[in-house]
């Protein structure tokens, strides 16, 4: 990785994505184990879905380990309560403007997405 200034003993990853098929990705239990394994680094898988395919995707959602933060990001009510219906999850933002990182001042709490109203 060129140029930077990282000192050596910090040592740097170049920062990678890798491009799974949805399909590909559950075709079997090692295929979807690999693809949903954690590891930390600048490194991570992501996939598409086309009209048609929620329920792959939502097969996706449920068949993962660990059922933590998740965000639901779309205006259309119908979709976010066919997929808030049909997940677990520990906590889950949705909306226009949901989101799963970020400080706690970043999210977005109380009515019509205003922070100022969350208390």
């Given at each position: 990785?060129?140029?930077h200034?990282?000192?050596?003993c910090y040592?740097?990853?170049?920062p ?9 990705m559950l075709?079997?239990p090692?295929a ?5 394994t ?11 879905w086309?009209d048609?395919?929620l329920?792959?995707?939502l ?8 059922h ?10 119908v ?10 999850n520990g ?10 990182t970020?400080?706690p001042q970043n999210h ?11 208390g």
């Amino acid at each position: 990785m060129a140029p930077h200034e990282i000192p050596t003993c910090y040592g740097a990853f170049e920062p990678t994505a890798v491009y799974v098929p949805l399909e590909g990705m559950l075709a079997s239990p090692d295929a979807f184990h690999l693809a949903t394994t954690e590891i930390f680094g600048p490194f991570y898988i992501y996939t598409t879905w086309k009209d048609g395919e929620l329920p792959l995707v939502l097969e996706a959602l449920e068949r993962m380990e660990n059922h933590l933060t998740a965000a639901v990001v779309s205006n259309d009510v119908v979709f976010t309560r066919a997929v808030v219906g049909s997940t677990v999850n520990g906590t889950t933002y949705i909306g226009r403007r949901a989101r799963t990182t970020g400080a706690p001042q970043n999210h977005w709490f109380g009515p019509c997405g205003d922070p100022r109203g969350a208390g």
